[in-house]
């Protein structure tokens, strides 16, 4: 079964800085997709970034970028220019071609410092 | 308004009793999902419905059951709550194979419920 490991339950940066949240997968599967979730106070689950397994081209979405290591199965969040928005809860979420279920992470909670 | 929608966003409710959680949508997608979402464990999949006639159970099915009314439809349902059925469930949705699929789930804003 897959797995999905957020070893970091809370981290903390200092508004502006850059910070890296860390996602580790277990999967024998070659095609799949990973995603990073946001939940703010609201309880919203908003996507943050995906990322296509069989795309080496790491996704980036404005002050958001992941580091994909397929081979490590390692999926990484950096947070560039943290903002006060960012505060939240993160989820590192898989899923497969042949499985219905999206597999979550237990969760990263980010703090921003200002 | 909000594209996936979950009524009641707060619940109390007495062990024993029934509760439907409700979610409709506005997106078009044909797949609908339940996830129930504990402190420490991240969201696990309760059950989920590709349409109206095709309902799945997730990995956390028990004591729980679903209607898919309609496309837009699917409800959620504790026939007998019960106190570790308290948690925040999340309705969503995704879009189906044939339309530009990413995998990405569309997720309404929670239901909190709690049972005491």
């Known amino acids: 079964a897959q797995t999905v490991t957020q070893s970091q339950p809370e981290m903390s940066v200092q508004e502006a800085e850059t910070v890296t949240l860390s996602c580790t997968y277990d999967?024998?599967?070659?095609?799949?997709?990973l995603f990073w979730y946001k939940q703010p106070p609201s309880r919203q689950m908003i996507l943050v970034i995906r990322q296509e397994a069989y795309k080496q081209q790491n996704a980036t979405e404005n002050r958001f970028s992941v580091n994909f290591q397929k081979a490590a199965k390692s999926f990484s969040l950096k947070i560039s220019d943290s903002q006060l928005g960012d505060a939240a809860m993160y989820f590192c979420a898989y899923k497969d071609f042949g499985n219905e279920k999206l597999t979550f992470g237990t969760g990263t909670r980010l703090t921003i410092i200002p | 308004d909000a594209d996936v929608t979950q009524t009641p966003r707060n619940r109390i409710t007495k062990t024993g009793k029934r509760i439907m959680l409700e979610c409709s949508q506005t997106k078009g997608h044909d797949r609908m999902y339940w996830y129930r979402q504990d402190p420490g464990l991240g969201l696990r999949l309760i059950y989920y419905?590709?349409?109206?006639?095709?309902?799945n159970k997730g990995e956390i099915s028990d004591g729980y059951s679903v209607s898919r009314q309609a496309q837009a439809k699917f409800s959620l349902s504790l026939e007998s709550a019960i106190p570790n059925q308290t948690a925040l469930y999340f309705c969503?949705?995704?879009?189906?194979?044939?339309?530009?699929?990413?995998?990405?789930?569309?997720f309404g804003e929670g239901s909190r419920l709690t049972v005491l």
């Open positions: 999967t024998s599967e070659s095609d799949y997709y």
């Open positions: 969503a949705t995704s879009a189906d194979l044939r339309d530009s699929y990413t995998g990405e789930l569309f």
């Open positions: 419905s590709f349409d109206v006639k095709d309902i």
